[in-house]
């Protein structure tokens, strides 16, 4: 199993980010995907989350800025962020969930973001 996160790196206040998960060795479209963050001092949080019929679910800090989507014909994750803040700096972790509740069962090994000028 493998999740692989790309699309992290510097942005100015107010820029734009377009995260992408990359998986394979499970069934894709079969698993919940979630996208979690963790900033320096600080425990993981979650971001945002889509079900198998690709229904979105927002942490309450990112509503209206953050979009999630999933490809399961390229069984890809993805997180469009915009208006980020100096607060969203953190690094950012995908993630995949077969079970409609519970915790995660894989993840990838994150991005970072970091939102300065």
């Known amino acids: 199993v493998q999740l692989v996160e790309s699309g992290g790196g510097l942005v100015q206040p107010g820029g734009a980010l377009r995260l992408s998960c990359a998986t394979s060795?499970?069934?894709?479209?079969?698993?919940?995907m979630g996208w979690f963050r963790q900033a320096p001092g600080k425990e993981r949080e979650f971001v945002a989350s889509i079900s198998r019929g690709s229904s979105p679910f927002y942490a309450e800090f990112v509503k209206g800025r953050f979009t999630i989507s999933r490809d399961n014909a390229l069984n890809t994750v993805s997180l469009q962020m915009n208006s980020l803040k100096p607060e969203d700096t953190a690094v950012y972790y995908c993630?995949?969930?077969?079970?409609?509740?519970?915790?995660?069962?894989?993840w990838g090994q994150g991005t970072q973001v970091t939102v300065s000028s």
């Open positions: 993630a995949a969930r077969l079970s409609v509740q519970g915790t995660y069962d894989y």
């Open positions: 060795g499970f069934t894709f479209s079969n698993y919940r």
